[in-house]
Structure formats: C-alpha cells, structure tokens
C-alpha cells in the first residue's frame, strides 16, 4: 500500500520535527537525499534550479541536512535562537506516481509557528514534491521540495520551520 506508507512516513516527519527528535527526523532521509526549498522568482514562477537560483534552503544530500540538526542542537544557529515552537500538519497526500520500489506525492502542509523571543506567532504554509525510495529498513525521503506559498516571512525560516 504506497498511500499507507507515504502517509505514515510524512506523518512521523511532521511529529519528529515538533517535538525535537532530530536523529529520528534525519533517519528518515536517504543519504543521498535532496532537500530544497525554493524562492519565488515572480509571482508566477519559481526558481526552477538549485545551483543557478536563490534557494530558501539547500542541501543535496544528508550531510547537509546533519550539519544543519548539529547547528540547531549547539546553538550556533540565529534561526533557532531561541528555538521556535511548531505545529506541522499535512493533508491532501495525492500519489503522482506509483511505484513498488520508488514513489512520487505530493502534500499540502501548514506550520504553526510560535517565537518566544518576540512572542508572536505565525502560519507557514504550501505545499511539497515528495520522492519516496524503499529501503531495506522502510520507506526513505529521496528528494523533497518544498514550496513555500507565504514567502513574506516575518523571522528567518529553518528546517524545522517547514
């Protein structure tokens, strides 16, 4: 059942993200993982590549995404200084392709965001390509690319923002 496993996999993204099990959040990605969130270039369009376009975030593979999380933990990253409090949600999970051995989603998601230096709150929200592979161990994000809809932020995003 792909459905089932694409949601269950996103599902535990989302609460590992919120409460801080950041080795568990990481394990949930392959190694040679491609995480990306792109800006918008106009209000149509997106940038489309990650080497010759400004990206809101990112890393073509896990050591990216780890030296992130080491970041985040040692307090060397003003995004996450103080750490914002969060609230992932995801629906509308709409297999796009299929597969036994790779599958492709697609999700909308929101992010309630709570700030404790200014004691504000905020909503990120869009939506997100998911590339899905079967490991010996499970299902694994392969690539992800988030599109971020409110793009006006009010405070620096991070990956546990989105």
Not at 49 to 67: C, F, T
Not at 93 to 111: F, N, V
Request: proline content about 6%.
């Amino acid at each position: 059942m792909p459905e089932a496993a694409a949601r269950e996999l996103l599902t535990r993204e989302a609460v590992y993200l919120d409460e801080r099990r950041w080795d568990e959040w990481l394990a949930l990605y392959a190694q040679d993982c491609e995480y990306w969130v792109p800006t918008w270039v106009s209000e149509e369009r997106l940038a489309s590549d990650p080497q010759r376009e400004l990206s809101h975030i990112y890393y073509s593979d896990r050591r990216g995404l780890e030296d992130r999380v080491s970041r985040i933990r040692g307090g060397k990253a003003p995004s996450a200084s103080p750490l914002r409090r969060t609230a992932h949600s995801f629906g509308n999970l709409l297999i796009t392709e299929p597969g036994d051995e790779r599958l492709k989603c697609r999700t909308t998601w929101s992010s309630n965001v709570y700030d404790p230096h200014s004691k504000s709150s905020y909503q990120l929200f869009g939506y997100a390509n998911y590339e899905l592979k079967r490991a010996p161990s499970g299902w694994l994000i392969a690539r992800k690319k988030t599109v971020l809809q409110n793009d006006t932020l009010p405070s620096m995003i991070d990956v546990y923002c989105l």
